[in-house]
C-alpha cells in the first residue's frame, strides 16, 4: 500500500512540472522564462520572453517592459518600458494597466512603479482610467487588494468632474487591436 502510495505521489509530483496554465508548466515560454525572472537570472528570462513579444503575447510584453524599467536583462530605458507597457495594457494586460496607472499618480508614497524621469505628466484622470481597467482585469488577491487600495487613494485627489470623465473613458474602453488573454497562472 505504501508504495503504491509513493508511486502514486511520484506521478503526480511530476505531471505538475508539465500542467499547462500554471507558474510550473514545461511548455509555456512565459512561464519558463518567469521562473528564471524569480531566480534573478534576467537576461536567461529576457531569452525566453524575446521570441513571445516578436508574437505580440501582452505578459511577455509586460515582463520585458519591466526589465528595460529596472534595467536588469535589458539596458536601463523607460522610454521602451512605457511603450511596451501601454501595448500590453491597451490588450488589456492586467500588470501593464496597474504599471500605467502608477506612472501617471506620481505618488510615491502609494505606488509600485516609482519612476522620475519617464516623461509621463501626472495625471489623475489618466491614472484613474488605468487603474480602473487594471482593477477589472485583475486575476489575484494581491492585484485585488491593490487596485482597491489605490483608487480610494486617488479619488479623494480627484473632482467630481475628473471622476466621471474617467468613468465614461472607462466605460468606452475596448482592448485593442483584441483582448489578448492574459494569463492566469495559480
Known sequence: ????????????TLNACFMPNTYYSATDDYVVGLRWFDR??????????DPLVAKEDCDAEYRIGLLYFIGKGKPQDNEKAIALWRKAANSNQQRAQWALGDL???????????CAK????KD????YVWYRLFEKAAKYSNEKDYA?????KITLEMNADQIKQGDDLVAKWLPTPKDCGARSLW
Open 118 to 121: 519617464c516623461g509621463l505628466e
Open 1 to 12: 500500500m505504501i508504495k503504491h502510495l509513493a508511486l502514486l505521489v511520484a506521478i503526480l
Open 148 to 152: 482597491k487600495q489605490i483608487l480610494a
Open 104 to 114: 501617471y499618480y506620481q505618488n510615491n508614497s502609494a505606488i509600485y512603479h516609482r
Open 124 to 127: 489623475l484622470v489618466q491614472a
Open 40 to 49: 534573478g537570472s534576467y537576461e536567461k528570462a529576457a531569452q525566453f520572453w
